[in-house]
């Protein structure tokens, strides 16, 4: 199915309340109410980074009911204006590095993860697969790809609302099993994961972090981590189709991918895969469908210079489409909290 793309010329406008009027406008994807919101200024130099703290329940309303607010003509081109825009949005922000293959630009914020520019970064809730994850997740742009790079939003709540009930159904009994195995030749290696080089220190963080795991000849390790794939938001107490299968599943691999893969690799020893929960395959056509239901939904826009997006990372998946040039983006994180935090 083609993706949407957001035609920002051909947007309602809505003018806020007389708190803000004069300062910014708010718009919304044509009559829909779809993600993402979009926030400009209507007067030149605004300081976004003081005025969201001035505004930040306004904000964080907004955030709730779109799960997505695209920030633009606001210039926030440099990582230490990105940094002060992250902790206006969150007090605190994530400072751990070693989950993805990605660089520390300053401070806190991050390249985003490294992927083959040639080839589409799947749809995730940021770090649904580990025990502890972002609440909220930010993307400046720098400079846009000569062509492509997009970063598609999904609504996760809609998600949730159009996969078949009875799919639904099967993994919100059984959850799902994210399987790594690490130091095979292919990923990222446990010592740079868990950024120690100790067995003793992995297996506390795993102990800490619910995840099981397992030694295997040649000091490489396997883990499994059984996580939800349905949750309620704790604020909205909205469902939220909330989990990472197809970005772990080889069915969504492309083909020559696939087939590399499994030349190489026992289905267990795959550098990732998962399962239900129980253990059992998780049908490709299954995936199939749930793939489908992400590429019915998604909402793409190009990014312009100076661009900022902010997601509420339970109700808004992301991902990224292939690109041509070079793309510069910055990556930030915060309001880290945990399946057990929010009752799962």
């Not at 003081?50 to 930040?56: A, E, G, K």
């Not at 940021?126 to 790079?149: D, L, T, V, Y």
């Not at 059984?226 to 080889?250: C, D, M, Y």
């Amino acid at each position: 199915m083609t993706m949407k793309k957001l035609d920002l010329k051909n947007i309602q406008r809505r003018v806020v309340n007389s708190q803000l009027q004069g300062l910014i406008t708010t718009e919304t994807f044509n009559q829909s109410e779809s993600l993402p919101l979009v926030i400009k200024p209507t007067v030149d130099h605004i300081d976004l980074p003081d005025w969201l703290i001035t505004n930040h329940d306004f904000i964080n309303k907004k955030l709730l009911k779109y799960a997505a607010i695209l920030f633009r003509g606001f210039n926030i081109d440099t990582p230490s204006i990105f940094e002060k825009f992250g902790l206006a949005i969150c007090q605190e922000l994530f400072h751990e590095n070693g989950e993805h293959p990605r660089k520390t630009v300053s401070g806190k914020v991050y390249t985003p993860v490294f992927y083959p520019p040639d080839r589409k970064l799947l749809w995730h809730n940021e770090n649904s697969f580990n025990h502890r994850w972002p609440m909220k997740i930010m993307f400046g742009c720098r400079q846009p790809a000569k062509q492509g790079g997009e970063t598609p939003i999904v609504d996760s709540r809609k998600v949730f609302q159009l996969i078949d009930p009875k799919i639904r159904e099967i993994f919100i009994e059984k959850e799902v099993m994210y399987v790594r195995n690490y130091g095979d030749g292919l990923g990222l290696d446990w010592q740079t994961v868990f950024q120690t080089h100790s067995q003793a220190e992995v297996e506390k963080k795993c102990q800490q972090n619910a995840i099981s795991f397992e030694w295997k000849l040649g000091n490489r390790l396997r883990t499994f981590s059984i996580r939800p794939a349905v949750i309620k938001h704790p604020q909205t107490g909205e469902l939220s189709w909330f989990n990472q299968a197809q970005h772990w599943h080889p069915a969504c691999l492309d083909a020559i991918t696939r087939e590399s893969l499994f030349t190489s690799f026992k289905s267990e020893d795959l550098p990732r895969n998962c399962y239900y929960g129980d253990g059992t395959l998780i049908e490709d056509s299954v995936m199939e469908e749930i793939c489908g239901v992400y590429q019915q939904l998604e909402v793409s826009f190009p990014w312009q210079q100076g661009d900022v997006l902010l997601l509420d990372n339970i109700l808004a998946a992301h991902a990224r489409n292939p690109f041509v040039g070079e793309r510069k983006l910055l990556v930030a994180m915060g309001e880290m909290t945990s399946y057990k935090e929010i009752g799962y």
